[in-house]
């Protein structure tokens, strides 16, 4: 949804916009859904499937830098027709293996520009591991010394290529947390081009801001992915025995672990909604008492975060990742952070929740970060505008 709000709000001023991705599926059965108000290039084929790299164990090298190189050329077919290039993909060294002469911007979202499963997160815990050796237990737990040996090599190839890609053309973190996990691993020189540009909102699709209207009790808005790394399960093996019979938990969103949270956790009071259009999502966290992000791994810059400041609901999250520095997105107050679970729910549950305006808080807009990021498209495209 990022891609989409920065483009949409880039045609609302005037510049001329096209989103470029895959041709499967086709476009035309999901441009609803994607909200895009531009065209559309199906420019890349899926070359993605494969290379079995669960079954052998091991990060194969090369794949990666493949796949990027593909993507590199289906850019490069249509490049010419256009003053820019901003880049939101998964392969942090595409920018390799595009010409310094080409205007290529790329945005990182996740830990991938050094970690192959872009997470950082491993056996249900933060991972801080520097040396690529570490890494080998991510594709099998138990790697033998053959698979140590080629994983190792994969990930080495892998930081290298993205580090050569990241001294040849700009790179927009989305955090500053992001950066600076990314220099952890990459080396300093390949921060040289880099810039810091929060996540930010559609406030255009955000409801009306409204107070919450519950005669009794609280309802709790929760919306992530059902997996390990967002924290819905240890929230809800915290929250759900203590819970007050007058409160809900709306719970948003489906994955690995979904099947598993609603046989353990679904409840009168606990509430699993799965997947549903984005509006009901915006809906119920405009309306809730209180969000909870309860992510346990290190998110670069959550949106959820921002919807939740931007609709004035108070926002528990654990003070991790980029999370601390979106508190400038809200009133004074509004974003708690906690430095565990416990912590978090025990607050959650005595503490008085205040529904606030989100006027004084700085914009969480496309367009308020617009500045930045035509600063970086210009930098490269002297005298004349960037469209």
Known sequence: MHVVTLGNSLLSQGHEVVLMGRNTPAYSLCAEA??????????????????????????????????????????????????????HGHYPMVGKYVPESLNFVQTRHDQGSDCLVHTRFKNGRICNEINPS???????????RLQAVISTRAVSQYRRHTAEAFQRHPVVFVSKFLRDNAARG????????????HNFCDEAALPEKLQAVHSSGRVLHVAGRLDAAKGV????????????????????GDGPLGTEFRARYRSA??????????????????????????????????????????????????RRGGTPELARYGNPGQLHLFESM??????????????????????????ARMPELLALYSARIPDRAVS
């Open 186 to 197: 990459l080396g300093q020189r390949a921060m040289v081009l880099s810039a810091v540009v």
């Open 134 to 144: 570490a890494c080998a237990g991510c594709v099998t737990p138990l790697p033998n």
């Open 233 to 252: 399960g240890p929230l809800l093996d915290y929250l759900s025995p203590r819970l007050p019979l007058d409160w809900r938990v709306n719970v948003f």
């Open 269 to 318: 009071q606990v509430v699993f909604h799965g997947h549903v259009p984005r509006s009901v999502v915006l809906a119920s966290a405009a309306s809730a008492d209180a969000i909870v992000v309860p992510s346990v791994w290190e998110e670069p810059c959550g949106t959820v975060v921002l919807e939740a400041l931007r609709v004035g609901r108070p926002c528990f999250a654990l």
């Open 342 to 367: 416990p912590e978090l729910v025990d607050e959650l549950l005595s503490v008085p929740l205040k529904v606030s305006t989100p006027s004084l808080g700085e914009e969480a807009t496309a367009l």
């Open 34 to 87: 994607v909200g895009f108000r531009g065209d559309f290039i199906a420019g890349f084929t899926d070359p993605f499937r494969g290379w079995k790299e669960p079954q052998l164990g091991i990060f194969i090298p090369g794949k990666r830098s493949f796949f990027a190189r593909n993507i590199a050329a289906g850019i490069m077919r249509h490049a010419g027709n256009f003053d820019v290039v901003h880049y």
